[in-house]
């Protein structure tokens, strides 16, 4: 991957989520250490460029960068030109004119990274452009199940909630289907998009008949800033109906896990309870999320052409 944009969990191969998850497994032990820092990116430059809020996602980049000895530069668009309406390109290619090593990005409009990565020299990773993808947290998602379940190939994964908007949805349903997952998608019909299952799922409007014998359950956030009114009757009613609690989580497997990418609405898609205990484990992801991307990182920016070993 030395060099390579990492767009969507779409151009990946098998092979390459695999060697991902490998190397995110060994990033792991030195968050366990009380001096969390490796010299493996010292010299390199990694630019954090969200133009759309983010509170887990940049901090977790960050983070990841600053363990491997990187300089992470966050590029916060208020705070800059782009409020004099200098142009996304034009401020990613100034930036990309500083020689960063890795650009990170974020953007409410999908496609938005594969434009940049186009003209940039540096290699993009995209955090996340609008309702296309969101391929690191798809990787920290199977690298989450990979742990609590010892494998991911055979597994039925659900994923409750608004499909039709969701990233991380899509990254999810492309990664854990080449995984060898079965994925299943259930929510409220005008969030189905309605050629859902040429993405190879099933999907589900009966919340009971998605969940049963699921290992996982993947609640998505509803996007309360953009859908109330327009997709379901009420918060209410959604929750009533597809709101996760532990009555309904029986249907699931004995031993399912249940997960949520952050922001959780608690009391919308998972009752309190379950936003806060077990079996979700939703702080696991966010602190696997920390070593994947320390992966990502290091496997595209931290080593030359043909050296070969790992910290
Ligand atoms: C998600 C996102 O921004 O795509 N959050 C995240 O990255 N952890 C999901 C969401 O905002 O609902």
């Known amino acids: 991957m030395i060099g390579r944009d990492l767009l969507g969990i779409e151009d990946l191969e098998r092979s390459d989520i ?35 809020p983010s509170t887990r996602t940049r901090a ?8 491997l000895s990187a300089d992470v530069v966050n590029f916060s668009p208020g705070a800059s030109s ?8 034009d401020t990613a290619l100034t930036l ?20 940049l990565a186009d003209s940039l020299r540096a290699p993009v990773v995209n955090a996340g452009d609008g309702a296309h993808e969101h391929p690191t947290q798809a990787l920290l998602d199977m690298l989450t199940v990979k742990q609590e379940k010892g494998r991911i190939d055979g597994l039925t994964v659900t994923i409750i909630g608004d499909i039709a908007h969701s990233r991380v949805a899509r990254s999810n349903i492309y990664g854990f289907s080449k995984m060898g997952a079965e994925v299943r998608v259930v929510g409220p019909p005008p969030m ?3 050629d859902v299952e040429s993405l190879g ?34 918060i209410r009613e959604y929750a009533a109906t597809f709101g996760l609690d ?9 031993d399912a896990i249940v997960m ?52």
Request: charged share 30%; no cysteine; net charge positive.
């Open 18 to 52: 695999e060697r991902i998850l490998e190397t995110a497994e060994r990033m792991q032990e030195i968050g366990e250490r009380q001096v969390k820092k490796v010299p493996t990116l010292r010299g390199r430059t990694i630019v954090n460029l969200f133009f759309e």
């Open 246 to 254: 532990r009555a309904k989580l029986r249907y699931a497997k004995d």
């Open 60 to 67: 977790s980049f960050e983070i990841a960068g600053k363990r």
């Open 96 to 115: 990309d004119a500083m020689d960063p090593d890795v650009v990170i990005v974020r953007h409410k409009v999908a496609g938005v990274p594969k434009r």
């Open 260 to 311: 949520h990418p952050g922001p959780v609405n608690r009391g919308v898609e998972l009752s309190h309870d379950l936003a806060d205990h077990r079996p979700s484990v939703i702080l696991d992801q966010v602190r696997n999320g920390v070593a994947l991307r320390m992966a990502v990182l290091y496997l595209i920016a931290g080593l030359a052409p043909g050296e070969e070993s790992a910290p």
């Open 201 to 234: 799922v099933k999907a589900y409007i009966s919340l009971r008949e998605a969940l049963e014998g699921a290992d996982v359950v993947m609640a998505l956030r509803i996007q309360l800033e953009r859908v109330q009114g327009a997709l379901f009757p009420s």
């Open 192 to 194: 189905l998009p309605a």
């Open 82 to 89: 782009l409020s004099k309406a200098e142009s996304i390109l």
